[in-house]
């Protein structure tokens, strides 16, 4: 069992910053891979970014050269650091843990409880 909690939305103007942060409880922390996913009304669900146990990285072209993700596995944390921020970026912004720890493109087994995203034009 795995249970992730999301921190560090909010507002910000476009072409500003935000840093989200992704607590996970866990005793194997360190062999799971991690991906941040968001989603607005009426959308599916969409892959942001993702990190493998071994901290192989994927990104949304949509987001490439503008987030990170990151972690830490001895403070058991995931990070998505986004910088010039749109307003398409505008969404709910949710971790989850990939079913395997080489894939981090994968649909999540577990997910946290999200959190919002606002940017304004």
């Known amino acids: 069992q795995v249970q992730l909690v999301e921190s560090g939305g909010g507002s910000v103007q476009a072409g500003g910053s935000l840093r989200l942060s992704c607590a996970a409880s866990g005793s194997i922390f360190g062999l799971y891979a991690f991906a941040w996913y968001r989603q607005v009304p009426g959308k599916q669900r969409e892959l942001v970014a993702g990190i493998t146990s071994g901290g192989t990285t994927n990104y949304a072209d949509s987001v490439k050269g503008r987030f990170t993700i990151s972690r830490n596995n001895a403070q058991k944390r995931v990070w998505l650091q986004m910088n010039s921020l749109k307003p398409e970026d505008t969404a709910v912004y949710y971790c989850?843990?990939?079913?395997?720890?080489?894939?981090?493109?994968?649909?999540?087994?577990?997910w946290g409880q999200g959190t919002q995203v606002t940017v304004s034009s």
């Open positions: 989850g843990v990939p079913p395997t720890p080489i894939e981090s493109t994968l649909p999540p087994t577990y």
